[in-house]
């Protein structure tokens, strides 16, 4: 089978592999849809450690289910479905916590040595798969991932309803944030982002206020339409010191912050207004088993409009040289995915 292999810094070669296939619980999927995650670029670069060549990186997949291993009885062949990326033993301590994201001894796919989803075949345990409605695409499918990241650090905050919210950054999570606060029906949602054409997607998504704070003034802005009281929650989904500064600054008293963004180790930031203010803050850091059940669910059922972020849709063999492009610049995309019609 066709596959891309990432097989060192900057090299990502498109060949054949042996083919897969499913063990006892498993299923054997083609892989239809794969989206290109941020992680997967800084793989390919070589600066996280956590792509060990040679692997097939990619774990943002959708596809149909060709064969069964032995026992597989919830699932069959030509079924639609998404795929939970992680396999995780269900016995240890954090699986019985119902931390499976956590498991002491999982696999995830497409990270470390474990061979993901930029390939033409997958095979994953049957529990990991989740069924697609028809009305779904294989490559909205495929932003099942991002989307319970953004998912699991908006529930951080609690009900949204009637409330002012600020999403700090309008990058894939960022912008997958914004959907789901949009479902709580929240007073308004605010968008900060240097981009002009990241916000003006997510005005497409349903925001009520964008600002670009190389050009305008955040903070005044947002004060003078909140009667100087500042948003109610606020979803942080960059991580350097000036976008969680923004953040803060505009937090009404009480008022909740989630930090999804990792981008710096560490930052510096004024302690005294959380103090004095009684701000909340907490991290997100993926999502558990039920958020990716729960935003399934919500796809399936579409109760969520997440088309305007898909950029661009690409073969397996131009892979390499997309994530080249992507390497070297943000500009121009959101969200590319991999497709396979065929």
Same mark, same amino acid.
């Given at each position: 089978?066709?596959?891309?292999?990432?097989?060192?810094?900057?090299?990502?070669?498109?060949?054949?592999?042996?083919?897969?296939?499913?063990?006892?619980?498993?299923?054997?999927?083609?892989?239809?849809?794969?989206?290109?995650?941020?992680?997967?670029?800084?793989?390919?670069?070589?600066?996280?450690?956590?792509?060990?060549?040679?692997?097939?990186?990619?774990?943002?997949?959708?596809?149909?289910?060709?064969?069964?291993?032995?026992?597989?009885?919830?699932?069959?062949?030509?079924?639609?479905?998404?795929?939970?990326?992680?396999?995780?033993?269900?016995?240890?301590?954090?699986?019985?916590?119902?931390?499976?994201?956590?498991?002491?001894?999982?696999? &995830?796919?497409?990270?470390?040595?474990?061979?993901? %989803?930029? /390939? =033409?075949?997958?095979? !994953?345990? *049957?529990? +990991?798969?989740?069924?697609?409605?028809?009305?779904?695409?294989?490559?909205?499918?495929?932003?099942?991932?991002?989307?319970?990241?953004?998912?699991?650090?908006?529930?951080?905050?609690?009900?949204?309803?009637?409330?002012?919210?600020?999403?700090?950054?309008?990058?894939?999570?960022?912008?997958?944030?914004?959907?789901?606060?949009?479902?709580?029906?929240?007073?308004?949602?605010?968008?900060?982002?240097?981009?002009?054409?990241?916000?003006?997607?997510?005005?497409?998504?349903?925001?009520?206020?964008?600002?670009?704070?190389?050009?305008?003034?955040?903070?005044?802005?947002?004060? &003078?339409?909140?009667?100087?009281?500042?948003?109610? %929650?606020? /979803? =942080?989904?960059?991580? !350097?010191? *000036?976008? +969680?500064?923004?953040?803060?600054?505009?937090?009404?008293?009480?008022?909740?912050?989630?930090?999804?963004?990792?981008?710096?180790?560490?930052?510096?930031?004024?302690?005294?207004?959380?103090?004095?203010?009684?701000?909340?803050?907490?991290?997100?850091?993926?999502?558990?088993?039920?958020?990716?059940?729960?935003?399934?669910?919500?796809?399936?059922?579409?109760?969520?409009?997440?088309?305007?972020?898909?950029?661009?849709?690409?073969?397996?063999?131009?892979?390499?040289?997309?994530?080249?492009?992507?390497?070297?610049?943000?500009?121009?995309?959101?969200?590319?995915?991999?497709?396979?019609?065929?």
């Amino acid at each position: 089978m066709k596959a891309v292999v990432y097989e060192g810094p900057k090299i990502l070669t498109y060949k054949d592999i042996p083919d897969v296939t499913p063990k006892a619980n498993e299923v054997k999927i083609k892989v239809r849809a794969c989206g290109i995650c941020g992680s997967d670029v800084h793989g390919y670069l070589g600066i996280t450690g956590r792509r060990i060549p040679p692997v097939v990186m990619g774990h943002e997949f959708s596809g149909e289910i060709v064969e069964l291993g032995e026992d597989v009885v919830n699932l069959k062949v030509g079924d639609r479905v998404a795929a939970y990326p992680i396999d995780f033993c269900g016995e240890c301590e954090m699986c019985n916590k119902g931390d499976v994201h956590l498991c002491l001894n999982k696999r &995830a796919f497409g990270v470390l040595d474990i061979d993901g %989803a930029f /390939a =033409e075949y997958i095979c !994953v345990p *049957a529990k +990991v798969c989740f069924k697609l409605n028809d009305n779904v695409s294989y490559v909205v499918g495929s932003i099942m991932e991002p989307l319970a990241v953004s998912y699991r650090a908006i529930s951080h905050l609690g009900d949204l309803s009637g409330k002012d919210v600020l999403i700090v950054g309008a990058g894939t999570i960022g912008l997958l944030a914004l959907a789901c606060v949009k479902i709580q029906n929240p007073n308004r949602i605010f968008v900060s982002d240097l981009s002009n054409e990241r916000l003006e997607i997510a005005k497409q998504m349903g925001a009520d206020i964008v600002i670009n704070p190389a050009n305008e003034d955040f903070q005044k802005i947002i004060m &003078a339409e909140t009667n100087n009281k500042g948003v109610d %929650a606020v /979803a =942080e989904a960059v991580g !350097v010191a *000036a976008t +969680v500064k923004q953040g803060l600054d505009v937090m009404a008293f009480g008022g909740s912050a989630v930090w999804i963004g990792i981008s710096s180790k560490v930052i510096d930031l004024e302690m005294q207004q959380i103090v004095t203010r009684e701000l909340t803050v907490k991290g997100s850091f993926l999502y558990g088993f039920e958020e990716f059940k729960k935003v399934v669910k919500i796809l399936n059922e579409g109760k969520m409009d997440i088309t305007p972020l898909l950029s661009k849709e690409i073969t397996l063999a131009e892979l390499p040289e997309t994530m080249k492009h992507m390497s070297e610049t943000s500009e121009g995309y959101i969200k590319i995915t991999v497709v396979n019609n065929d």
